[in-house]
């Protein structure tokens, strides 16, 4: 499987995609799945697949958080065609941060290909969304699973909702 996004293309792949970024955790089982961001099919939910039974996981409906989104966000995407795109499971394995992503002319090499917006932040032990904001800004996860961490040194506090400029102390 190919993360078209980082340019890693292959016109074959049609199915889920995962990528070569640490979307999980090495010490965990537990493997955010999703679908191509031109094309999800049936990969438009919030999933986790567990590496060791096969099972899917369907963390949460993509209605059921497109319906907490601020308003923004509900008016960029339709309900139908969007997707959880790029889902990524904190060092804790409770919380999966991703962005919105919705198919435009559906071709995966095109400038036009998907509208994909947003950082969100889905907290799977209180089963909702505790952080959202409109820029990705190529996130990772700090060690604590309370902190992202983005370009250019934005640190994210999803606990208290607040960001802060400058070093990033890790």
Excluded at 25 to 40: D, E, F, K, R, S
Excluded at 120 to 129: G, I, P, T
Aim: proline share 8%.
């Amino acid at each position: 499987f190919f993360q078209a996004e980082d340019g890693i293309r292959d016109y074959k792949v049609t199915g889920v995609q995962t990528c070569a970024l640490p979307i999980c955790q090495p010490t965990g089982n537990l493997v955010p799945i999703y679908g191509p961001h031109w094309a999800p099919g049936l990969h438009r939910d919030l999933l986790l697949l567990d590496a060791i039974t096969g099972k899917v996981e369907r963390v949460a409906p993509i209605t059921d958080i497109l319906a907490q989104c601020p308003a923004w966000l509900q008016q960029v995407y339709d309900p139908h065609r969007v997707s959880a795109f790029f889902p990524v499971l904190s060092p804790d394995q409770r919380r999966m941060f991703f962005k919105l992503s919705q198919p435009n002319d559906g071709q995966m090499r095109s400038r036009n290909a998907s509208t994909r917006h947003g950082l969100l932040v889905f907290d799977r032990d209180a089963n909702r969304l505790i952080y959202t904001t409109e820029s990705w800004g190529h996130p990772a996860w700090h060690p604590d699973s309370n902190v992202i961490i983005t370009v250019p040194n934005l640190k994210i506090d999803v606990n208290a909702g607040t960001q802060q400029i400058g070093r990033a102390h890790v």
